[in-house]
């Protein structure tokens, strides 16, 4: 069975230029995680939200939200259809055939894959382009400096945690430190 990182790797692998684009894989932002989020070198911005079942798609429509300053709930969806959403373009990655075409909503680009176990061969078929939600660019809704400082806070401690050394710090980082 193909595991998500490795449809992951695939998918950023053929379509994406690290040298040009800013690549994130499982970044939260706003109020949700993208499994993949893509800036281009314009700053205009894509979300790819990967399932590989049909139960772990129609969840992807249950997802509320509340917002941290106003407090108002909302539906994931509801929010990118109507443009209030970080992202320009959002897209599903899907298995072939997992859904039909009809059933996703037109503002969600889709693209199909198929792979093959005996090969180890991942293509992948665009089925519908996304529709760009606004024009905004992501830096103008993010701030630049604050995302980088907070990406490489986050990379030291995946670092840590991969290297086992989070046992070793006589004082933990605050950010573990319960309250």
Known sequence: MLKVEELTYNFISKFYDFEKDLVLTNH???????????????????????????ADFKND???NYQ???TKEKFLKHDKIS???????????????????????????????FDH???????????????????????????DKDLMLKIMARNFYLKKLEAKGKFEELILPPKIFQKK
């Not at 949700?32 to 700053?43: K, Q, R, S, T, Y």
């Not at 059933?103 to 693209?111: L, V």
């Not at 939600?133 to 809704?141: R, S």
Request: net charge negative; glycine share 4%; proline share 4%.
């Open 28 to 54: 939260f932002h706003s109020d949700w995680e993208a499994d993949i989020l893509i800036v281009n070198e314009e700053g205009f911005s894509h979300e790819f939200e990967i399932k590989f079942s049909k």
């Open 61 to 63: 429509f249950k997802k």
């Open 67 to 69: 917002n941290s300053k």
């Open 82 to 112: 109507c443009g209030d959403y970080i992202c320009n373009q959002f897209s599903f990655l899907l298995p072939m055939g997992m859904i039909d075409a009809e059933k996703i909503p037109e503002h969600c680009g889709i693209i199909e």
């Open 116 to 142: 093959n176990p005996d090969t180890w061969e991942t293509v992948f078929y665009e089925i519908r382009k996304p529709k760009k939600v606004h024009e905004l660019t992501f830096w103008n809704l993010v």
